[in-house]
């Protein structure tokens, strides 16, 4: 009895040590962006953990002041250690679900600005939109159409209102009554062409079959980094823009 007790606990420190062993290994030598337990870098490619460490910036609805304060000051300094000029919005309130908190304001910086700029947005949405930036777009953009984007054109970030536009109670609230949200209408490259999901969605438009394979490659990279990507194949409502927003559902179309 006492001997097999005995071996019972050297096999249980056996396993503790290679447990240990491979997270060690692990560690050592898989990628940052795969490992949750490591920060996140906007620099890095998307890996597997890098949704989750961006979902740790989020906030819940019923978020303390002083919560709202210490995760939003964590968020905005991974923003800037990523060279975006970042600054803390008011919060709003314009009544019912339209409730703004923790919001932020890209100002410049490294990043390729929105147009209209100046965009009150939650701040792990603007995280999403840097990695976006980083590791969808611009690639893209020079891998398919040659040249880089001088700008991403946009309808806006906020706005008070449910899905859809709808006066209907039994609608839910649009992720952008929460400043959560980001319409992409299109961009504008650096040699002044335009690519527009108006116009180039179905690859009948100005810029051709290249210009929508840039927009497609743009929806499927921004499934990578946002919860939510809507584009003109989900419904007649979206066929001028990509929807992009940080919704706790996920939806990719």
Known sequence: MKRDFADFWNLLWEAALGVCAA?????????????????LDLNH???QATAAKVDDFELTRVAAPEEVTAVTDACMRILREAGVTVERAEDRDDGGFCVVRGAVRITG??????????????CPLAVRYVIWDRQVLQPAAEEILGSK???VDNYGSYACRRIYNSDRPQDRPSEHAR?????????????????SV?????????????????????????????STVLSPDYNAAHRDHLHVD??????CR
């Open 23 to 39: 997270f060690a290994l692990l560690n050592a030598f898989a990628p940052d962006q795969d490992l949750p337990w490591k920060p």
């Open 179 to 195: 400043a959560n949200a980001l319409d992409v209408a299109g961009v504008t490259l650096e040699d002044g062409r335009t690519v």
């Open 45 to 47: 490619p998307i890996g």
């Open 109 to 122: 910086g490294d990043i390729t600005p929105l147009a209209p700029g100046g965009l009150v947005m939650q």
């Open 198 to 226: 108006a116009n180039d969605w179905t690859g009948t438009g100005p810029a051709g079959e290249p210009g929508q394979r840039f927009l497609h490659r743009l929806r499927q990279g921004g499934c990578r980094v946002f």
């Open 246 to 251: 940080g919704a706790p559902r996920g939806l």
């Open 149 to 151: 984007v001088a700008r």
